[in-house]
């Protein structure tokens, strides 16, 4: 009986292991639904975020979407843009916000996939009025940016602040 209850606790313990990781391996500051610490871009191991977020995502359903998002996080410091950008509208297509958020910085900066500053602003928009405070940041970016048709450096400011007054 006391091998079956070890044998039982060692499953669980692995399964929330995997879970667990993915968040703390990957955690991105701009999600508000965010379980952990902060990982800042430059310090993802990328590999093992890779497997523990692909380890979640086999093994819990609850948040699927946000592990795509970090995966992706990991995809992307590894140079492994296709399957970034995959995974990030995979998490998108689920309505996650932060995963809108990060489709938009996607598009705003082009580096990863063609430039689209009007679907940018769209999406940063859609993000901020599910939640996520960073696309007021990113709103004031690019309404700073005389390249934008919609360039507004007053529009800017405004944005600016809300990201700041959060």
């Not at 086999?58 to 948040?63: A, F, L, P």
């Not at 995966?71 to 843009?81: E, Q």
Request: proline share 3%.
């Amino acid at each position: 009986m006391r091998i079956i209850i070890l044998a039982i606790c060692s499953v669980l313990a692995n399964k929330a292991y995997a879970v667990e990781e993915c968040d703390l391996l990957g955690s991105l500051e701009a999600d508000p639904f965010s379980t952990s610490e902060p990982v800042k871009f430059q310090d993802i191991q990328s590999t093992k975020l890779v497997k523990a977020c692909t380890e979640a995502i086999e093994e819990q359903n609850d948040n699927v979407a946000r592990y795509y998002l970090l995966r992706a996080r990991g995809h992307l410091r590894g140079g492994s843009y296709e399957q970034a950008i995959n995974d990030i509208s995979l998490s998108h297509d689920m309505d996650y916000p932060a995963a809108t958020f990060a489709l938009a910085t996607l598009y705003h900066f082009g580096d990863a996939m063609p430039q689209d500053l009007e679907r940018a602003a769209s999406l940063y928009h859609a993000a901020f009025n599910n939640g996520v405070t960073w696309a007021a940041r990113g709103l004031a970016i690019l309404y700073e940016d005389f390249s934008f048709d919609n360039y507004n450096p007053e529009l800017a400011k405004e944005w600016l602040k809300k990201f700041e007054g959060v």
